[in-house]
């Protein structure tokens, strides 16, 4: 990874880990909020300097990560109520496509992989940790797969994100909307209201 990406990635990082402990509290104020969003531009704005940037930076034409657009990010993903400006899938229709089967559109589970170890994934879901792995949708094409295993889903595909709880998966698909992806929709009940619902699991 090249030293831009890894400040960044390590900068959201630790911003989703915030995101994600602090979401359990259901008093979190907007100055709450407002303090992690100017940590974020702080510590972004270190990894965006120009005696920071490295030529290697630009040997894809993948996007950037801007300190605006991850500081924005951080500030919807932080605030459950912010609304989303993009499909919301509820149970039924994601039950609907996982019978399918052979649906075009690509499910991605954005919790750890030992999570999923503990309770399984909704089937045919690929996984793509956000908070370990933020830039997973900036790499270059030969390093995502040399990374995940698997070939990264086209930017003209349909994604679905979900997590534990639906914080990780909204700050998952600004990212990747950030990164080009246009056919982005997510999941907001995730495992949580999948697995209270009796929906379908995988075991891998």
């Given amino acids: 990874m090249s030293p831009i990406n890894h400040r960044a990635a390590h900068a959201v990082s630790a911003l989703l880990r915030q995101t994600v402990a602090r979401s359990a509290s259901a008093s979190t104020s907007s100055v709450s909020a407002a303090v992690v969003a100017t ?14 940037l490295s030529c290697r930076s630009f040997v894809a034409p993948t996007p950037s990560l801007s300190t605006q657009s991850l500081s924005l990010i951080a500030r919807r ?9 993009h499909k919301l899938w509820t149970f039924e229709e994601v039950q609907e496509l996982v019978k399918k089967g052979d649906s075009p559109i690509v499910i991605v589970d954005t919790r750890e992989p030992g999570e999923l170890k503990d309770t399984g994934r909704i089937p045919g879901a690929i996984n793509i940790p956000v908070t370990t792995a933020p830039d997973g949708f900036f790499l270059p094409d030969e390093e995502f797969e040399d990374r995940f295993g698997f070939v990264r889903p086209s930017r003209d595909t349909e994604v ?3 997590c534990k709880a639906g914080v990780r998966s909204r700050a998952a698909a600004g990212l990747a909307k950030e990164a ?14 999948w697995a209270e619902k009796g929906g379908q699991v995988e075991r891998k």
């Fill in 39 to 52: 940590a974020a531009r702080r510590t972004l704005s270190v990894a965006f300097r120009p005696q920071n």
């Fill in 77 to 85: 993903a932080y605030s459950s109520s912010a609304p989303a400006d």
């Fill in 180 to 193: 080009g992806w246009t056919k982005v929709g997510e999941y907001p009940g995730s495992w949580k209201d």
């Fill in 160 to 162: 679905i994100f979900y």
